[in-house]
């Protein structure tokens, strides 16, 4: 029997055989039917409950294919955030209120700083926390998340001190005694990593804010982009119990920055086998291959500005050297997984598509079709490779529009390379799938796709608040960038037969919007919320 029939609707379903139509019938949590009101009304039973929308618009949920979802939700709930535009002496007040509150000896996260205003810290960076928190020890992470400014507590905690090594991929600060400074880069995290991990209690109540805060913003499915143990055993448990309500594909991390080593095959297997779920699909594995721009540790081919050509080794970026990337993806592919590559340099770029084309070669098709994460900075002649090799573009953080990352961007990179990020529209006339991500909450102030979907197709900053544009002739109409958004992001997930779009079969996964989004100025697109989000036939906003 028909369960639903939505009707007097303005229904933008992304199926290209059928754009739009003005109604569509719901059974078992999947769609029946859409099409003109009269085909569908037919099929109404004695228990069918009939919703007249009145010309609302219907489209379907949004798939964010790039997002921490726990770690931003533990930052919300858990950690003092000063805003990515927060100035540094509010950070301090910020961490000082909470010193206040906090019982003597546990940790304080807090962030973000910004590692182009590293002098301002001052040549001990930990003496400026310990002025303001002498008993807790404390941890501030910088704008992406991938370097920790911590105090003299913290390191005692974590046993960092002069004698203490190098990490391979990372960099302990030292002063000119080769004593540590306080600041820790890339893979020198780990070693304060496990220290501020959150607890089971912890994740529990940070997948249930997460799921309410997508939902409201009318995302249905999305990629966690780095996933352990215990994320994992979160998402499960909330599934299990109906508090998830969300499509998840889930990139076990085979190496990153936090970890310094790989994790053996055998466990990423076992970690496979051990945490799905109706909704949580662990087939999927993370690589890092640089670092980030604002901290210098991003891999380009030609040199940052300022820098001596003499002193650019592009390698030494790399936190996987080529051959053994190479073998990396040999080896994932020829196991089933789908293979999300961190690379935001356009030498990064350039060896993650190595990478993809000798997994092509030595395995032939495989089916899989491994993401290239952030794809920032891509040299014009790599482009092309991206269709050639069928591997995907995924375009994250939201640094497509002017923001507070962006002057930090500028005075790193310069004009001319900060304008050249994210090239969609070059990618998609070259054939290129491009899928949308927030990485929510590293250089993200929120998960808002609205935003993002507007700046877009703007490269302005929908809000308002910084003038400008980013690669102004990189903006495409919005009919190309609601699949970005939707079924590109669906397939990603390897969902597309199941939801992504709005036809018969598919998982009833929609939004309900007061006004058609082509029917929306740039500021009121990046305003948009869903008055209704539906997973699986059921509203769950």
């Not at 569908?40 to 921490?68: F, K, N, Q, W, Y």
């Not at 999305?222 to 594909?249: C, I, R, S, T």
């Not at 779009?501 to 740039?522: H, R, Y």
């Amino acid at each position: 029997m028909t369960d639903l029939i939505l009707t007097d609707a303005r229904i933008r379903t992304l199926d290209p055989a059928r754009p739009f139509a003005e109604a569509m019938a719901i059974e078992g949590g999947k769609i029946l039917a859409v099409g003109r009101a009269a085909d569908v009304e037919v099929l109404a039973g004695p228990g069918t409950r009939i919703e007249r929308l009145g010309g609302r618009a219907v489209m379907p949920g949004l798939c964010d294919s790039h997002t921490h979802g726990l770690w931003g939700a533990c930052r919300d709930l858990f950690e003092v955030f000063v805003g990515l535009g927060g100035s540094l002496q509010s950070l301090l007040d910020g961490i000082a209120a909470r010193a206040a509150t906090t019982p003597k000896g546990e940790w304080i996260v807090a962030g973000p700083w910004r590692p182009f205003e590293r002098a301002a810290l001052g040549e001990q960076a930990f003496a400026m926390l310990d002025r303001i928190a002498p008993d807790h020890p404390v941890m501030v992470k910088d704008v992406s998340q991938h370097n920790y400014w911590v105090n003299s507590a913290a390191m005692t905690r974590a046993g960092i001190g002069p004698e203490t090594p190098e990490v391979p991929g990372g960099v302990i600060e030292r002063d000119a005694q080769g004593r540590p400074t306080g600041i820790l880069i890339e893979s020198a995290t780990s070693l304060i990593q496990p220290h501020v991990a959150a607890t089971p209690a912890q994740l529990t109540q940070a997948v249930r804010h997460m799921a309410g805060y997508f939902h409201s913003l009318g995302i249905t499915a999305f990629k966690e982009p780095m996933a352990f143990a215990p994320e994992l055993a979160a998402y499960v448990e909330a599934d299990l119990v109906g508090a998830l309500n969300l499509h998840v594909a889930a990139h076990l991390t085979r190496f990153s920055p936090f970890s310094a080593e790989y994790v053996p095959m055998e466990d990423l297997d076992a970690l496979r086998q051990a945490y799905r779920s109706p909704h949580l699909d662990t087939a999927f594995a993370k690589l890092f291959l640089d670092g980030v721009p604002i901290a210098r540790t991003a891999a380009f081919c030609d040199p940052y500005p300022g820098q001596d050509p003499a002193d650019h080794a592009p390698e030494e970026h790399l936190l996987i050297k080529p051959e053994r990337l190479n073998q990396e993806l040999i080896t994932l592919d020829a196991a089933g997984y789908t293979v999300k590559m961190h690379a935001v340099g356009d030498r990064a770029i350039q060896a993650g598509l190595d990478a993809i084309e000798a997994a092509r070669k030595a395995n032939g098709p495989s089916g899989l079709r491994h993401e290239i994460a952030h794809s920032n900075f891509i040299r014009p002649q790599d482009i092309a490779r991206f269709a050639a090799l069928d591997a995907v573009a995924e375009v994250s953080p939201k640094l497509w529009y002017p923001n507070p990352v962006t002057p930090g961007q500028r005075k790193v990179l310069g004009d001319a390379r900060a304008e050249s990020c994210h090239p969609v529209r070059s990618l998609m006339e070259a054939g290129a799938e491009v899928i949308y991500g927030s990485d929510w909450p590293a250089a993200a102030p929120d998960a808002d796709p609205w935003t993002g979907l507007a700046g877009m197709v703007t490269r302005t900053d929908p809000t308002g608040v910084h003038p400008g544009s980013v690669g102004a002739d990189q903006a495409i109409p919005l009919d190309r960038a609601l699949p970005v958004f939707t079924s590109a992001g669906a397939r990603s997930l390897r969902l597309e037969q199941v939801t992504g779009s709005l036809k018969a079969g598919l998982s009833a996964d929609f939004i309900v919007l007061e006004q058609p989004v082509e029917k929306l100025s740039t500021p009121e697109l990046g305003r948009a919320r869903p008055l209704q989000t539906w997973f699986e036939g059921r509203q769950v906003f």
